[in-house]
């Protein structure tokens, strides 16, 4: 077991600690932080919904009519009619039959690949897959495998070795460690007692006519580089193996494609065939739509079985009516108002263009998400409280959520920034330190 002091020393020395700051009043773009106003750069806000007028006004409509509280889980009465509501719109907007709300992203993922894995299965991951799917996949119990970021060779490699080990790349069984190419910027730098792992009874699916199937996981944006998962790509390798896709698109959907469907519209997958390609969807409500929760969206039989299955929806509370008639406005806001995602990319194109001219070390990022990295934890830590000194806001990203080496801002746009707020920070982050030439420097 983990000695609790020594832990929060070791972290502090590391300066891993991480601190909590405290926001007084809506999430904005210049929100009130421990007592000062800043003007931020580190939310997942990406529309400016998360304080719209008319979605604050839905989820007072909502409460007033429907209460606050949803009271039991949905198997039990807690599923509402305005719950079922949004499920058919969210599985209207992204093409689908059906969807399925969960209270969060991260109980989606661990529903999911808990409800379609158990021992005997084969599951292979991006290794930089956000935590939520790498814990999944861990307890689960499947053989998890971890190929390099985004290589689709060596992920064919993997499924053509079967039960060999890929060249070079370690593997996890039932929830082991990994020590493939490009660190682990999910795991929580904690040991765990594999040991005390245990399989609830009903929990396991193998049985004597169990076929081992395999499930590819990858995250549609990569939450810490911005970057795209080479989608078209890994559905053709997992159709040509009999393998499941997941794709996790919480930081693509509302933000990426014409109409805001997310990583798959905008690599031209759309109805059918995108559910062909894909799936199993998962989307998070809480990012670029504004509000609170998420949904796994797919064919009707995965919906039922995920009904029936998904222990992290089954054994939990209903989200709360009034978030859900909330969600609807937000959706049909972020469908309505286009100009909200043009504007998001002309404010990405402006950043990038003027990065590029300051010489900054952007990582390749088409999406909000615009790392600028730093290497060690000291120059990020460095970095962003320069930023703070100048009235600004943008979180330094250290491990164990990114690889060692490779700490950094994580820089994050929204439609609700302007143009002024972009050339602010850029002329701002001109002035850091490491960047100016040595005789210019404090």
């Excluded at 606050?68 to 039959?97: D, K």
């Excluded at 969807?99 to 894995?117: D, E, K, R």
Aim: hydrophobic share 40%.
């Amino acid at each position: 077991m983990i000695q609790i002091a020594a832990e929060l020393d070791r972290l502090r020395d590391a300066g891993l600690y991480r601190r909590r700051r405290l926001l007084a009043g809506p999430q904005a773009v210049r929100p009130r932080i421990d007592g000062r106003e800043m003007l931020a750069f580190c939310s997942n806000d990406y529309l400016g919904l998360a304080a719209h007028p008319a979605v604050i006004e839905a989820l007072r409509e909502g409460a007033v009519r429907d209460g606050v509280g949803s009271g039991a889980s949905h198997l039990i009465t807690g599923h509402h009619e305005a719950h079922e509501a949004l499920e058919a719109t969210l599985a209207a907007f992204m093409g689908r039959e059906r969807a399925l709300l969960f209270s969060t992203g991260y109980m989606a993922n661990l529903g999911v690949i808990q409800a379609l894995c158990g021992r005997g299965d084969q599951i292979l991951a991006d290794r930089l897959n956000h935590a939520s799917l790498l814990d999944g996949a861990r307890l689960s119990q499947a053989r998890l495998r971890r190929y390099p970021h985004a290589d689709i060779d060596r992920l064919q490699g993997m499924l053509g070795n079967g039960h060999r080990q890929a060249d070079g790349c370690g593997e996890d069984s039932g929830g082991g460690g990994n020590d493939c190419s490009g660190g682990d910027r999910s795991s929580n730098g904690l040991s765990v007692d594999k040991s005390s792992q245990s399989t609830h009874a009903g929990q396991s699916r193998v049985s004597a006519d169990h076929k081992q199937r395999c499930l590819i996981l990858t995250d549609g944006v990569f939450s810490m580089d911005g970057d795209l998962a080479p989608i078209p790509a890994l559905a053709s390798v997992a159709s040509n193996n009999d393998a499941l896709l997941m794709v996790d698109d919480a930081h693509g959907i509302g933000v990426l494609g014409a109409q805001g469907r997310g990583s798959l519209e905008h690599v031209g997958l759309e109805g059918p065939e995108a559910q062909a390609a894909v799936p199993i969807l998962v989307g998070t409500l809480g990012k670029a739509i504004g509000t609170f929760g998420a949904f796994v969206a797919g064919s009707a039989e995965l919906i039922e079985l995920l009904i029936q299955r998904a222990r992290s929806y089954i054994y939990t509370t209903a989200l709360p009516p009034a978030l859900a008639t909330a969600t609807l406005k937000a959706l049909q806001i972020a469908q309505q108002e286009p100009e909200r995602r043009e504007h998001l990319q002309h404010l990405i194109s402006r950043f990038r263009a003027g990065a590029e001219t300051l010489g900054l070390n952007l990582a390749d990022s088409p999406t909000p998400i615009q790392p600028l990295i730093a290497g060690d934890v000291d120059t990020a830590l460095r970095w962003s409280q320069f930023l703070e000194d100048n009235g600004i806001l943008v979180t330094a990203i250290r491990p164990p959520t990114v690889p060692q080496g490779s700490a950094r801002l994580r820089i994050t746009l929204s439609a609700a920034h302007q143009e002024t707020d972009v050339d602010r920070l850029l002329e701002t982050l001109a002035r850091l330190p490491e960047h100016l030439p040595a005789w210019q420097r404090p």
